[in-house]
């Protein structure tokens, strides 16, 4: 007898370890635990979400004939690992062999393939997550032998293997990345549709209220929660995403507005991480939409990108390189994360806006992460361990293997450029380029020295000059430091003197 372990990002049918087993001979195991729930401060959201999509995934294997042995959480339960849940398991049930997908977490990959066999007294054997398009090994022999790795090069690799968007092998529209086109501002038209809402049922209501009892400490609130727990649901999300918002999702996909928490956005990240939803179903879907003339081609173009693409990529760098990769620190940075990224409680209104919706609603779109709190993590020098565990922690679709090379690599540009050519720092000036912020804030985005000037702005420029010795001859930034050598000296001073003040009073903002 056999037995898979699933794991709570693993809820897909097409699973690897699954395909391995006999359904009338062998089990599945499926746990809710204490170290995985509690290793950082996990968004209640996030927790409900994935104990729930667990639970009603647990019962779709049951009613398709499945042997599932479900062990709910329990705080009081002696051992609060999955191997203890197994060990537990085998105890009752003999068994030849542990199978199990590789998982997304290196710490978790490393304790299955190193310690696991001897616990448990079982060979334990790790499958590949055929539902990712690109494997770890075919990753590596992309990367092999490249004296930079950039996305756009695997991105187009993507393409021509799945041939989405294709002519035989050239791209359709005659270019592979319409990211131009995709950075307008949203001034009020078209109206942004409504979200769809879920229905919950008995499990949803029963985890929603051990969360609430159990993690009431952890960041966030339940109030809101309105993610799907279902593949029905997740293919409800994706069905309202495609018929309403994709059409504008390029225009505006980098868009900000106070009181719209998620613009035109796909809000499947939660689904796909998990694996409610694949990859290559919902690109399809964005595809036929524009086969169909629902959607123009640079809004689908610019979908598929994040999935095939920057997706695909961030897994690939993130097995490419660990472990060394979560201790880089290329800038040196050593501040400690302000404490309102916890609390909310700031009067930068840009910052607080995020916050709100990543409190409210354990969410927050890409530009908001990677332009608002994290270029504001950045400027500001906080130890990049401190913000990933932050991303981490009160994200619903944040996993570790996605997590890390965003916040480490894109947000902090601390793995020294091996994700993104050059840092994603900016001046408060972006920030009112692309949102309504700005107007809510009692900081003065046009001024950078005053009293009362925008954070972001003498802040930026103090990044600048900080770091001038890696990236002055960074040819993508040469015309900012142009700029900033053209800047008379009292100027310089003047800049100088007021972050130095926002950098010693950086809780008080």
């Known amino acids: 007898m056999k037995l898979a372990l699933v794991l709570g990002d693993q809820l897909s049918e097409s699973l690897s370890s699954l395909q391995r087993l006999n359904k009338r001979t062998d089990w599945v195991v499926m746990a809710e635990v204490g170290v995985e729930a509690r290793y950082v401060a996990h968004h209640q959201q996030k927790i409900a979400l994935i104990f729930s999509a667990m639970r009603h995934f647990a019962d779709s294997l049951r009613a398709a004939g499945w042997r599932v042995h479900y062990h709910p959480y329990n705080p009081d339960c002696p051992g609060q690992g999955l191997h203890d849940v ?113 229905v919950y049922d008995n499990i949803d209501k029963s985890v929603l209220d051990l969360v609430a009892a159990e993690f009431a400490t952890h960041p966030g609130t339940l109030t809101h929660f309105n993610w799907p727990t279902t593949r029905t649901q997740a293919l409800q999300a994706l069905d309202s995403f495609i018929n309403t918002r994709l059409c504008w999702f390029g225009d505006f996909q980098d868009a900000m507005q106070q009181s719209q928490h998620f613009m035109f956005h796909s809000l499947i990240s939660t689904s796909l991480n998990c694996g409610l939803l694949t990859a290559l179903e919902v690109c399809q879907a964005a595809e036929q939409a524009w086969r169909d003339n629902k959607a123009p081609l640079n809004a689908v173009e610019g979908f598929i990108r994040q999935i095939i693409g920057w ?73 990049p361990k401190h913000i990933c565990e932050w991303y981490l922690a009160v994200y619903a679709d944040a996993y570790d293997w996605v997590e890390l090379p ?96 926002l950098l010693e009073h950086l809780d008080e903002l």
């Open 406 to 501: 965003n916040t480490l690599g894109m947000v902090m540009h601390a793995d020294g450029g091996l994700l993104a050519s050059k840092p994603y720092a900016a001046s408060g000036s972006y920030i009112h380029k692309m949102s309504d912020y700005c107007r809510h804030c009692e900081y003065q985005v046009k001024t950078s020295t005053d009293q009362n000037s925008c954070p972001f702005n003498s802040l930026y420029w103090h990044f600048i000059s900080r770091h001038a010795d890696q990236f002055v001859k960074n040819p993508r930034m040469s015309m900012i430091y142009r700029s900033y050598e053209r800047m008379s000296d009292d100027k310089k001073q003047a800049l100088h003197t007021r972050s130095t003040y």
């Open 86 to 198: 197994l060990r537990e398991f085998l105890a009752q049930h003999a068994a030849d062999e542990v199978i199990i997908t590789e998982c997304g977490e290196y710490r978790l990959h490393q304790q299955m393939q190193a310690s696991w066999p001897e616990q448990l007294g079982i060979p334990v054997t790790l499958l590949p997550d055929t539902r990712f398009i690109c494997s770890k090994t075919e990753f590596a022999g992309w990367a092999q032998g490249r004296k930079q790795l950039r996305m756009e090069y695997f991105y187009r690799e993507m393409r021509r293997k799945t041939g989405l968007l294709m002519e035989g092998d050239q791209p359709v529209g005659g270019q592979w990345n319409f990211d131009s086109s995709n950075r307008e501002p949203y001034r009020g038209d078209p109206l942004i549709p409504i979200r769809p809402m879920f």
């Open 311 to 383: 997706r695909e990529y961030v897994r690939g760098i993130y097995w490419l390189t660990m472990p060394t990769y979560a201790e880089l620190n290329g800038l040196n940075n050593s501040r400690d994360l302000p404490a309102y990224y916890w609390t909310g409680n700031t009067r930068m209104a840009c910052m607080k806006a995020c916050f709100k919706n990543t409190f409210d609603h354990a969410y927050a779109h890409h530009i908001q992460r990677l332009m608002i709190t994290g270029n504001f993590a950045l400027i500001t020098g906080i130890t």
